[in-house]
């Protein structure tokens, strides 16, 4: 469903696992910056109302899982802590060419978000499934399935924006380098670590 040409490495578990105040920080922040991206794209794309809606929508809904995620630390006693460069998004930032096109910046970023979404919505279920942890078994089962929708509206918006073969052949090259990109990591306690 999700397209991914690389599936995340159950080892990474063990590695979250171990690191779960790093993990979940690094979650934490995750949801904020997703809040400021579609935020951004508002502040951007004003004069496209239905995006405008949605984008809104996405921006409140990550919030309160940034929210989720510290309520959970704190119960465990945790602190947030301070967040960290997340050089996944930047990367896959900089896989397209800069545009003066505004439309095709839309869609890059659009792809870009579907892209985050559709990975954290993969990491949360193998996550969710090896995680003899019971709470966050089912936060993470919760979580995925959100991910998943945004997955879905980030590329919808993208097909509706330019033709859809020029998107899909845009998305599936975004894949394939997100895909090499993958195969060195799995070895920290971070959401695309």
Known sequence: MLGLQFD?????VDVAKNGLQQLLTDHAF???KAASNAVSIIINYSEETELVKDMSDIAIEEMEH????????VDRGMVLGQATKNDYALKLQGFFP????RTEALVHRLLVAALIEARSCER??????????EQLS???????????????LFL?????YMDKEIVDQKWNDLLSFEAE?????????????
Not at 124 to 133: G, I, R
């Open 124 to 133: 949360f279920k193998v996550f969710s499934d090896h995680m003899p942890d």
């Open 30 to 32: 995750a949801e904020q």
């Open 66 to 73: 940034f929210r989720m995620v510290h309520n959970l630390m």
């Open 181 to 193: 990109m993958m195969k060195n990591r799995g070895t920290s306690a971070k959401v695309h670590g």
């Open 98 to 101: 800069k545009t003066q096109d």
């Open 8 to 12: 995340t490495e159950t080892s990474w």
């Open 138 to 152: 089912e936060f993470y089962k919760d979580l995925m399935i959100s991910e998943a929708n945004h997955y879905t």
């Open 156 to 160: 919808g918006y993208a097909r509706k």
